[in-house]
């Protein structure tokens, strides 16, 4: 009855942009944390920036400078702008959300969407 669905991810060139969004719908009551993960063939999902209900953020240290994520509350919806991207940010980027429908919080991911970095 949650829903996340990500969109914007893409091939784009050494040194190019993305924006990622995702949006949340269904039954919710309440949205804390949201955030942005990604996972590359072969390795583990992580945590790339996340984002708290009032606004603080925090990125991991490969991302920071180059990455902003930024959440509009009245449209249940977080962004993530990409710019000068490397090769090595290629991955499935993923979001998620800390979604409370009735009474308990609980984790909901999106589908995932490819960016990928290439010439």
């Known amino acids: 009855q949650v829903q996340l669905v990500e969109s914007g991810g893409g091939l784009v060139q050494p040194g190019g942009s993305l924006r990622l969004s995702c949006a949340a719908s269904?039954?919710?009551?309440?949205?804390?944390?949201m955030g942005w993960y990604r996972q590359a063939p072969g390795k583990q999902r992580d945590l790339v920036a996340i984002?708290?209900?009032?606004?603080?953020?925090n990125y991991a240290d490969s991302v920071k400078g180059r990455f902003t994520i930024s959440r509009d509350n009245a449209k249940n919806t977080i962004y993530l702008q990409m710019n000068s991207l490397k090769p090595e940010d290629t991955a499935v980027y993923y979001c998620?959300?800390?979604?409370?429908?009735?009474?308990?919080?609980?984790?909901?991911w999106g589908q995932g969407t490819q960016v990928t970095v290439s010439s």
């Open positions: 998620k959300a800390g979604i409370t429908s009735t009474r308990f919080e609980y984790d909901y």
């Open positions: 984002i708290t209900a009032g606004g603080s953020t």
């Open positions: 269904g039954n919710i009551f309440s949205i804390n944390a």
